[in-house]
């Protein structure tokens, strides 16, 4: 040690003995600090395993994809200004309109509790253009996931279109067990804890204008049916047959 001091001046050991102490606490600090960090890690991975334990994984869902027909016409209807005093038509006119129908086969699940949190079982979706590559999130655990109907064998979820005529969609789906909790901190995002299947194969659909199909004419009554018009006129030629021999024998 004396051997490396010698290269020192002694304004270089009045500075290391000025700042020893103040290194000696940045060291100490960055020692508790990463001590810190590693039990919050390890917290964390071990409270989430805690919490997923009791929790079962479903299955991937079975589901079917299909387009709704609800257009309907608006008949014409008739009114008067109230100003003018005129009749006023309001024309009748037919609006297209379709939605979107995802049906999922309900999986047995059994209500139960962890801790204070109501375990529930729920569907996700996600959708894509089918030449894209990119899914779109229409749920999410803020705005809520499509709740199972435990009431029935299907959960039915109905949806607007909002894609293009003629347009090719992608499906996916999963299904999901735990309980939805919020951020853990300012800067975080709410989010579901418990199990999920993963994500089902893709299902595409083919957006297209369904037309509501044309009702067939129905036949009018004729005025005068056939039969009718026969019959008359067969009485009226007896008839005349009659009063011709009556008057011929006369």
């Given amino acids: 040690m004396e051997t490396k001091h010698k290269n020192l001046t002694n304004n270089d050991i009045l500075v290391y003995k000025m700042h020893k102490p103040l290194l000696v606490a940045l060291l100490t600090a960055t020692i508790v600090f990463g001590f810190g960090l590693v039990n919050i890690l390890h917290f964390g991975i071990v409270h ?21 027909d609800s ?38 699940i059994e209500h139960f509790m962890i801790e204070s949190y109501s375990i529930s079982f729920y569907f996700n979706i996600r959708v894509k253009g089918h030449f ?7 749920y999410s655990a803020y705005y809520g996931f499509i709740r199972q109907n435990s009431g029935s064998e299907y959960t039915i979820e109905v949806k607007e279109n909002d894609y293009p005529s003629g347009g090719q969609v ?3 789906a999963e299904a999901m067990i735990g309980y939805i909790r919020p951020p853990l901190d ?28 044309t009702p067939e004419p129905t036949a009018q009554p004729e ?3 056939t039969t009718l018009v ?5 009485t009226i030629i007896v008839i005349g047959i009659g009063l011709l021999v009556y008057f011929k024998k006369r």
Avoid: C, M, R
């Fill in 170 to 172: 992608d499906f996916q």
């Fill in 132 to 138: 894209s590559e990119d899914w779109g999130y229409p």
């Fill in 230 to 234: 026969v019959a008359s006129i067969a």
């Fill in 223 to 225: 005025l005068f049916p």
């Fill in 71 to 108: 257009s309907y016409d608006v008949p014409t209807t008739y009114s008067t200004d109230p100003y003018t005093g005129e009749n006023v038509t309001h024309p009748g006119h037919h609006v297209e309109s379709t939605s979107i129908e995802i049906t999922f086969t309900n999986q047995p």
């Fill in 48 to 68: 989430a395993s805690t919490e997923n334990s009791d929790i079962p994984k479903p299955s991937i869902p079975e589901f079917t994809v299909e387009l709704i």
């Fill in 186 to 213: 300012q800067f975080g995002s709410w989010f579901l804890v418990g199990e999920k299947s993963g994500w089902s194969e893709t299902k595409t659909i083919t957006v297209s204008a369904l037309q509501t199909p």
